[in-house]
Antibody, heavy 122, light 108 residues
């Protein structure tokens, strides 16, 4: 079955960087758009970034544009999120999620990882 | 950017009762609307996509309806495992997949 496993979270100082990874299995990874969604402590879900199935297009929330970069390696079935210039308000659990439909980017998210926590604090 | 709102923020329901959750989009999203359920400490789970199609394994007591800007999720007879937070999400073009703030369904 489909499994998504995030890693790379941790504690980082404001202004620092962190790289999250999401290892996928049980699916033809290169056929699906992938997403990062975050959830600040006690808050709701916030979409962060999306990458097309082939990596050709990327989309970002305004709150992270210019600071975060989404990427993927379809040979290693892995999704990444490079986070630079981190701010305290970036503190959250970060989930990777898979688009439900192959190729189509405007689709719901049918599989989610368990999340990796990121804390930005001095 | 499309803004999603949900009401009520909290819904107190007794087991066996019906729960009706509302979601509104600031502009039309057509039928590109999903509902997710999230229980404490867990990842969200897809309940409904295309506004009214149940995801795999979702029981028939969950019903989605609506199109354009107004959407509803109905739980016909609430079970103990349904107490959770429910989020709507639009996934129309351009890809800015905004979520609503959530509705918490708790025990009356």
């Amino acid at each position: 079955q489909v499994q998504l496993v995030e890693s790379g979270g941790g504690v980082v100082q404001p202004g620092g960087s962190l790289r999250l990874s999401c290892a996928a299995s049980g699916l033809t990874f290169g056929s699906y758009g992938m997403h990062w969604v975050r959830q600040a402590p006690g808050k709701g879900l916030e979409w962060v970034a999306t990458i097309w199935y082939d990596g050709s297009n990327k989309h970002y929330a305004d709150s992270v544009k210019g600071r975060f970069t989404i990427s993927r390696d379809n040979y290693k079935d892995t999704l990444h999120l490079q986070m630079n210039s981190l701010r305290p308000e970036d503190t959250a659990v970060y989930y990777c999620a898979k688009a439900k439909d192959a190729i189509i980017i405007v689709a719901s998210l049918d599989y989610w990882g368990q999340g990796t926590p990121v804390t930005v604090s001095s | 950017e499309i803004v999603m709102t949900q009401s009520p923020a909290t819904l107190s329901v007794s087991p066996g009762e019906r729960a009706i959750l509302s979601c509104r989009a600031s502009q039309s999203v057509g039928g590109n609307l999903a509902w997710y359920q999230q229980k404490g400490g867990q990842a969200p789970r897809l309940l409904m996509y295309g506004a009214s199609t149940r995801a795999t394994g979702i029981p028939s007591r969950f019903t989605g309806s609506g199109s354009g800007t107004e959407f509803t999720l109905t739980i016909s007879s609430l079970q103990s495992e349904d107490f959770a937070v429910y989020y709507c999400q639009q996934y129309s073009w351009p890809p800015k997949f905004t979520f609503g703030p959530g509705t918490k369904v708790d025990l009356k």
